[in-house]
């Protein structure tokens, strides 16, 4: 089977359970909506982080530290996705007419 890749456009997020990407960002997105989606992201993980390393470690199993672990993960993947992406518009050279 041909996989099919989503236009110029539209660039793949990062992701390790598809083997198709399903969420992809809009590189010609304004860059003020970029950057809110790296904020929102960026701002929940820390606050996150910040509440579980004020949490005593003994109070929660194995499994909810993976878990913590795997969505601070997710979010900061997230988070680095589309800082490439406006690092890509940032640097490109603007177009002389």
Do not use: W
């Amino acid at each position: 089977m041909t996989k099919k890749h989503p236009p110029h456009r539209f660039i793949p997020m990062s992701q390790f359970a598809t083997d198709y990407p399903v969420l992809v960002i809009d590189r010609d997105a304004p860059i003020r909506e970029l950057h809110n989606c790296v904020s929102e992201r960026l701002n929940a993980v820390l606050q996150y982080l910040n509440l579980m390393a004020c949490t005593s470690l003994p109070d929660y199993a194995e499994n909810d530290i993976n878990t913590v672990t795997n969505i601070s993960r997710i979010l900061l993947q997230d988070v680095s996705d589309v800082f490439r992406v406006i690092e890509q518009r940032g640097f490109e050279i603007p177009k002389e007419y």
